[in-house]
């Protein structure tokens, strides 16, 4: 039998949910044919079949959580032919297995002396992020297995896991009251937020920026844009495009932060936060560094009209290097954004609004009324500090406020 995986659908992503089953058991299933939907924090994927043959087993039903690189099906290839590994792989030479303790020994790292038996690959890839070493950590779940509760807390409590608490009673709903399920999505993006703000020393700043020449830029293309395009223009492509300029000076904080070091990346690949039904989505722009305005402001465009209609791939939400988040448009002036670990910085713009501001004239200083943004940026303090962050800001100010309506658009 062909052993069917968990993929991982993100670079933090550690887990998923079965959504729903496309195919059921005693189906013909064909190599690359979409055969499960797995839901994450990050997307609704349809994965395809790795192999041609037919559905024998399904080892984690619709609505389980499994991390990745688990056993979720079994595939009969008989008469099949050999079928090539795919992204899924395959776990050679076991029987199935309680999905909790599927360790799939062809794809993940292998467990240190007396770890085996005692985690999965999602276990150890959560204490490498923390810091945590797996041999300290008191097993709670069955068998004394190491659950990722326990590095969470070993790692909060800096060396001891509690016991496992007693299930938390349901909320007593008071009759003037009403409890909304949490849909999968919602709780995934909880899991994950809790995540990034437990493994990462968060800090912040923020600069503000005179937005008069993009303001200039961009009603002065705006019309002839729509006509020649069909789609509007943003502002969010021109904070985009000086993102990119200004982190090709700033490399560090195009990154991921490692335990064994600080993994610069030589693509820019930003990830912009897109709001959707019952959650938020961070589809990638990939290689944003080499495109113009148009490119920026149609990638991002074709990226959020698919996210909103549940149509992203799975290439759509990997490999994102900084993230870009517009809370602007629904009128936020400031904001502390939460990292998209591993991801070391997120750049946040805020709303455009009319100030007073001081400005210098030939005549000498002047009180005058400019469209003014705040840029707001946090960071992961184990990779960078204050300083660093702070001529990244400088530096996306420059070009940001270099823009008049000379700037090309295409």
């Given at each position: 039998?062909?052993?069917?995986?968990?993929?991982?659908?993100?670079?933090?992503?550690?887990?998923?949910?079965?959504?729903?089953?496309?195919?059921?058991?005693?189906?013909?299933?064909?190599?690359?044919?979409?055969?499960?939907?797995?839901?994450?924090?990050?997307?609704?994927?349809?994965?395809?079949?790795?192999?041609?043959?037919?559905?024998?087993?399904?080892?984690?039903?619709?609505?389980?959580?499994?991390?990745?690189?688990?056993?979720?099906?079994?595939?009969?290839?008989?008469?099949?032919?050999?079928?090539?590994?795919?992204?899924?792989?395959?776990?050679?030479?076991?029987?199935?297995?309680?999905?909790?303790?599927?360790?799939?020994?062809?794809?993940?790292?292998?467990?240190?002396?007396?770890?085996?038996?005692?985690?999965?690959?999602?276990?150890?890839?959560?204490?490498?992020?923390?810091?945590?070493?797996?041999?300290?950590?008191?097993?709670?779940?069955?068998?004394?297995?190491?659950?990722?509760?326990?590095?969470?807390?070993?790692?909060?409590?800096?060396?001891?896991?509690?016991?496992?608490?007693?299930?938390?009673?349901?909320?007593?709903?008071?009759?003037?009251?009403?409890?909304?399920?949490?849909?999968?999505?919602?709780?995934?993006?909880?899991?994950?937020?809790?995540?990034?703000?437990?493994?990462?020393?968060?800090?912040?700043?923020?600069?503000?920026?005179?937005?008069?020449?993009?303001?200039?830029?961009?009603?002065?293309?705006?019309?002839?844009?729509?006509?020649?395009?069909?789609?509007?223009?943003?502002?969010?492509?021109?904070?985009?495009?000086?993102?990119?300029?200004?982190?090709?000076?700033?490399?560090?904080?195009?990154?991921?932060?490692?335990?064994?070091?600080?993994?610069?990346?030589?693509?820019?690949?930003?990830?912009?936060?897109?709001?959707v039904e019952n959650g938020l989505i961070v589809p990638?722009?990939?290689?944003?560094?080499?495109?113009?305005?148009?490119?920026?402001?149609?990638?991002?465009?074709?990226?959020?009209?698919?996210a909103r209609a549940g149509g992203l791939r799975l290439?759509?939400?990997?490999?994102?290097?900084?993230?870009?988040n517009n809370t602007g448009w629904f009128g936020s002036?400031?904001?502390?954004?939460?990292?998209?670990?591993?991801?070391?910085?997120?750049?946040?713009?805020?709303?455009?609004?009319?100030?007073?501001?001081?400005?210098?004239?030939?005549?000498?200083?002047?009180?005058?009324?400019?469209?003014?943004?705040?840029?707001?940026?946090?960071?992961?303090?184990?990779?960078?500090?204050?300083?660093?962050?702070?001529?990244?800001?400088?530096?996306?100010?420059?070009?940001?406020?270099?823009?008049?309506?000379?700037?090309?658009?295409?």
């Amino acid at each position: 039998m062909a052993k069917v995986t968990m993929p991982q659908l993100g670079e933090s992503v550690a887990e998923g949910t079965i959504g729903k089953w496309l195919k059921q058991v005693g189906d013909r299933v064909e190599k690359y044919e979409p055969l499960v939907e797995v839901i994450t924090d990050k997307v609704n994927a349809e994965v395809p079949s790795p192999f041609a043959g037919t559905l024998a087993a399904i080892l984690a039903p619709e609505g389980a959580t499994v991390p990745n690189n688990a056993e979720i099906a079994e595939i009969d290839e008989t008469g099949a032919g050999a079928m090539e590994p795919t992204v899924l792989g395959t776990v050679a030479g076991t029987e199935p297995r309680a999905i909790e303790s599927t360790p799939a020994p062809a794809v993940a790292e292998a467990p240190a002396p007396g770890e085996v038996g005692r985690t999965t690959p999602a276990v150890r890839r959560l204490a490498r992020e923390l810091g945590v070493e797996l041999a300290r950590v008191p097993g709670t779940g069955q068998g004394g297995r190491i659950t990722r509760e326990d590095v969470f807390a070993f790692a909060a409590g800096a060396g001891a896991a509690p016991a496992t608490p007693p299930p938390a009673a349901p909320p007593a709903i008071a009759p003037d009251e009403e409890l909304v399920p949490l849909v999968t999505m919602r709780r995934q993006i909880a899991e994950h937020m809790v995540r990034s703000k437990t493994t990462a020393p968060h800090a912040y700043t923020c600069i503000e920026i005179d937005m008069s020449g993009i303001v200039a830029a961009r009603g002065a293309a705006k019309a002839p844009y729509e006509a020649r395009e069909g789609i509007g223009l943003s502002f969010v492509p021109f904070v985009v495009r000086a993102t990119v300029e200004a982190l090709r000076r700033h490399p560090d904080l195009n990154a991921h932060w490692t335990e064994q070091g600080l993994l610069r990346k030589r693509r820019i690949n930003v990830g912009i936060a897109v709001a959707v039904e019952n959650g938020l989505i961070v589809p990638v722009v990939k290689d944003a560094d080499q495109l113009s305005v148009h490119g920026l402001n149609r990638a991002i465009r074709d990226l959020a009209d698919r996210a909103r209609a549940g149509g992203l791939r799975l290439e759509d939400v990997q490999g994102g290097t900084v993230t870009v988040n517009n809370t602007g448009w629904f009128g936020s002036v400031w904001s502390q954004p939460i990292l998209n670990v591993p991801q070391v910085v997120i750049v946040s713009m805020e709303a455009i609004v009319k100030r007073p501001v001081v400005v210098e004239t030939p005549g000498g200083e002047a009180i005058a009324i400019r469209p003014m943004m705040n840029l707001c940026a946090s960071f992961d303090h184990r990779a960078t500090d204050g300083a660093q962050v702070g001529a990244f800001l400088q530096d996306l100010r420059r070009e940001l406020e270099a823009i008049d309506t000379n700037t090309p658009i295409w």
